[in-house]
């Protein structure tokens, strides 16, 4: 979206289009297999987290202590949904 700079430039938002049918897809395959709310929790953590790290690796964003800690929890939030949804099944 930063690229497309509010929709300016077609290309780049053209492409989002694609990107967000491959993602829905892959959420709603993953509902087939886990738990609705596991699914989407790790489907929004992950891509929260991969954004950050873009925005920190790509766009110079600046990589402060909260945005790491706040990747950590993310993290182990998504693992102890996982290994809940695990002991449950």
């Known amino acids: 979206m930063k690229l497309s700079e509010g929709f300016r430039y077609i290309m780049p938002a053209?492409?989002?289009?694609p990107f967000y049918i491959l993602c829905f897809g892959c959420l709603t395959l993953a509902i087939?297999?886990?738990?609705?709310?596991?699914?989407?929790?790790?489907?929004?953590?992950?891509?929260?987290?991969?954004i950050t790290l873009v925005g920190i690796l790509w766009f110079k964003d600046p990589a402060t202590l909260?945005?790491?800690?706040?990747?950590?929890?993310?993290?182990?939030g998504v693992v102890g949904l996982n290994l809940q949804s695990e002991t449950t099944h």
């Open 32 to 50: 087939r297999k886990i738990d609705v709310s596991v699914a989407y929790a790790v489907w929004a953590g992950i891509g929260k987290t991969l």
């Open 66 to 76: 909260m945005k790491i800690i706040a990747i950590g929890l993310i993290v182990i």
């Open 14 to 17: 053209a492409l989002m289009i």
